[in-house]
């Protein structure tokens, strides 16, 4: 049996590493030179519709009730409005970001996420961090920094002159917060749907069956401004924009089995892998310039997401002095020791 959950999360390790280099790379190569323009509103909003069918298929395998139960729950779910929106825009600028910014750079870029994420944790949900975590942070800014200038020095035709470039790296950097809002409050939609649930992972799926549902106008919305040079809906749909719209509808699955068959330090591997599959990419298509800086910033970035990932927070450091055997107060209220 355990040889058979040890090969489940290879495979699940394996997937994440493959969606998520695949994914960035072919996001590039999706705005090649020849290729007939495509409209990136479009695009996100096919996301949300393969996403919508896959949870609704998941869901409908455990029961049909439940998934009728997802169905009827939206309209009470006024708090979904908040992520729903941001993860649209969200989407729609890190399209921004992969045409202007050479794979490595905006794979790192992104990485600030975590930043932001904490940020906004510390402002809504009074989240506190430990002082490995604040010191991991502040390095994970300087690595992506040292990173985004040895992208930014090579600024030849394949990544664009060089305000585009800071054009792309600004948006991939607002990208991040609004990825880090979303999340923090989507985080609070779940921990209060999980005081009403039987915390199965079935209310997972129902959740992002509401989420897409609910995301579904606002990236409709977005694609009524679409660029008159697209014509039409599926104007510039290939091989390459299919593959982006699948394989960025079943990221957030492939997650999720990374966490149910392995654990947050084997998806962390699996991002650092991506980055340096990525920085090989990118030094190969000669998008960047192979130095030292370049090796020294990636190196930063991946020791500071491990860093990050594996020490606890500050809350949770209290929570394990709790277990010695002084009652834990949750909600203001004291309760017994943990066990």
Not at 47 to 70: G, M, N, P, Q, Y
Not at 93 to 122: D, E, H, N
Not at 277 to 292: E, F, I, K, M, P
Not at 301 to 316: R, T
Request: proline share 3%; charged share 15%; glycine share 8%.
């Amino acid at each position: 049996e355990n040889r058979s959950r040890n090969m489940e999360a290879l495979l699940a390790l394996l997937a994440l590493v493959i969606q998520n280099t695949a994914l960035v790379i072919l996001l590039k190569l999706s705005f090649r030179d020849g290729a007939e323009p495509y409209d990136p509103s479009t695009v996100v909003l096919n996301v949300e519709i393969v996403k919508l069918f896959v949870c609704s298929l998941t869901l409908w395998r455990h029961s049909a009730d439940l998934l009728l139960r997802a169905f009827g729950e939206i309209p009470g779910q006024h708090l979904l409005l908040v992520p729903s929106v941001l993860y649209v825009l969200q989407n729609n600028l890190l399209f921004w970001g992969a045409q202007r910014l050479s794979p490595i750079v905006y794979i790192v870029c992104s990485q600030m996420k975590i930043f932001t994420t904490a940020l906004v944790s510390r402002i809504l949900l009074g989240t506190t961090l430990s002082t490995t975590q604040y010191w991991s942070l502040v390095f994970l800014v300087i690595g992506i920094i040292i990173v985004q200038g040895e992208g930014l020095k090579k600024r030849d035709q394949s990544v664009g002159p060089g305000f585009d470039s800071f054009v792309g790296v600004a948006a991939v950097l607002l990208a991040s917060l609004t990825s880090g809002t979303a999340g923090v409050v989507l985080e609070k939609v779940y921990k209060a749907g999980q005081r009403n649930s039987n915390g199965s992972g079935s209310a997972v799926w129902a959740r992002n069956i509401q989420l897409s549902i609910v995301s579904l106008p606002f990236a409709f919305v977005g694609t009524l401004f679409q660029d008159a040079r697209s014509g039409q809906f599926w104007t510039g749909y290939d091989s390459v924009v299919v593959s982006v719209i699948l394989l960025q509808a079943i990221g957030g699955i492939i997650i999720g089995f990374v966490l149910k068959y392995a654990n947050n330090v084997s998806k962390c591997l699996a991002i650092s892998v991506s980055i340096c599959c990525c920085a090989v990419y990118s030094v190969a298509r000669r998008d960047v310039q192979l130095t030292a800086s370049l090796v020294l910033g990636l190196l930063i970035v991946s020791v500071s997401v491990f860093a990050y990932s594996l020490s606890p927070s500050g809350d949770e450091t209290r929570e394990q002095e709790t277990q010695i055997g002084q009652p834990l107060k949750v909600f203001g209220r004291s309760s017994a020791p943990l066990k």
